[in-house]
Nanobody
Framework: QVQLVESGGGLVQAGGSLRLSCAAS????????MAWFRQAPGKERDFVAT????????SYADTVKGRFTISRDNAKNTVYLQMNSLKPEDTAVYYC??????????WGQGTQVTVSS
């Protein structure tokens, strides 16, 4: 089992920045990838970014590329999502996820990000 706890959400004006954190505990050695997803009201959950625990290789959705940065601190078992140049359409609940067996099996409870225009 892997437990994930997100933090860092909040209300910010358009053009502002926020940094989300995801602290992992439990059987974290089994997780090859960590990722952020988001879900806006009435919409499906969408992929935002992912990072490989070992190599640090990252990948981003086109909608956030150049504005968001995913990073990790292996010593702290924590993944971050630095979000810059935020737009109202970035408003969503952001979820952290951990992979196991080729799928994102473990999920955090989510943290709300609201961007006002």
């Amino acid at each position: 089992q892997v437990q994930l706890v997100e933090s860092g959400g909040g209300l910010v004006q358009a053009g502002g920045s926020l940094r989300l954190s995801c602290a992992a505990s439990g059987r974290t050695f089994s997780s090859w990838y960590m990722a952020w997803f988001r879900q806006a009201p009435g919409k499906e959950r969408d992929f935002v970014a992912t990072i490989n625990w070992s190599s640090g290789t990252t990948s981003y959705a086109d909608t956030v590329k150049g504005r968001f940065t995913i990073s990790r601190d292996n010593a702290k078992n924590t993944v971050y999502l630095q979000m810059n140049s935020l737009k109202p359409e970035d408003t969503a609940v952001y979820y952290c996820a951990s992979s196991e067996g080729g799928a994102y099996k473990y999920w955090g409870q989510g943290t709300q990000v609201t961007v006002s225009s």
